[in-house]
């Protein structure tokens, strides 16, 4: 089993009530869950958030908070719902409507990685998949929803962003008439997830650091962002994809010649960004 259900790192003073989260990068392959799948141990890789962490781990410095998983999205992801249970993977799971993600083996538990490849031989009892959730899924939620209340409490409003990454073939198909392809991707459930102006001041800090930004295609946001955006609340989540190809060898699975830059470039985004939830420059911002 992964060691841990997350890794939390906190500012010296929290300044921000911007809360960094990272629940698809976590790369914890235990050998006893790699020998019950019928991939390698690069291809179990292939739908992990690699190296996110890495590229958002200067958020401490900004006085922000950043939450990583410790478990791997092949073994259960964070993002989806605990009941979001796959019948054609786990014992005793019966059929309840109509979920696509679950349909296409990317339930709680998935059942397949990248491009449909099957991780398992055949089907998991029950019980795993429910070991798995309270083990990993649940502390990783309270945990969220923790560091959100402690943020609200002291400065009357939080920011989740919900920190992702994208194959870079993930926007063939949203390109189009010579436009520029997008680096990142901002989702907010076309605003039901957000207040629209932290939603413009996210998306003018990677602007700004010269990114090309898309909203809401082809990524609106999963289940992190519906089940903690409450902007009636003052209770924020945007979701951001970044374009995999910009900083890491799809293939192989590792940094590229232009890591250390991008993460560069990103460490003035995500200061920008912790800055967006600063009590004073939320005001001035108003």
Known sequence: ????????????????????ASPHSGRDY?????????????????????????LFDCAPQFGATFLTAGAPRAFVD???????????????VRRSGHNPRV???????????????????GKLPLVEAERRIEEYWRPY?????????????RFGETILVDCH???????????????????????????????????????????????????NAPFAGAY??????????????????????IYMDEELIRPNENFNAFRDLLRGVISEVASIGQRDQRLAAE
Request: hydrophobic share 40%; with cysteine; glycine share 8%.
């Open 141 to 153: 939620h309270r945990q969220v929803q923790e560091l959100l209340d402690q943020a609200h409490q």
């Open 224 to 245: 992190i962002t519906q089940a903690y955006g409450r902007p009636s609340r003052n209770q924020h989540a945007v979701q951001i994809e970044i374009d995999r190809a």
């Open 103 to 121: 349909a296409s083996g990317l339930g709680v538990v998935p059942r397949v990685v990248a491009n449909g490849r099957a991780i398992y031989r």
């Open 165 to 215: 990454s994208m194959p870079h073939e993930a926007l063939d198909g949203i390109v189009r008439g010579g436009a520029p392809r997008p680096d990142i991707v901002i989702g907010d459930r076309f605003g039901a997830s957000a207040d629209s102006g932290i939603v413009d001041l996210i998306e003018a800090a990677f602007v700004g650091a010269g990114l090309v930004v898309a909203r």
């Open 1 to 20: 089993m992964p060691k841990v259900a997350f890794h939390l790192y906190r500012p010296e003073v929290d300044t921000s009530c911007v809360v960094f």
């Open 30 to 54: 235990p050998w006893s869950f790699l020998r019950h799948t019928l991939l390698d141990e690069r291809a179990i890789r292939s739908s992990e958030d690699a190296y996110v962490d890495q």
């Open 78 to 92: 964070l993002n989806r719902s605990c009941d979001e249970l796959d019948p054609a993977l786990i014992e005793g």
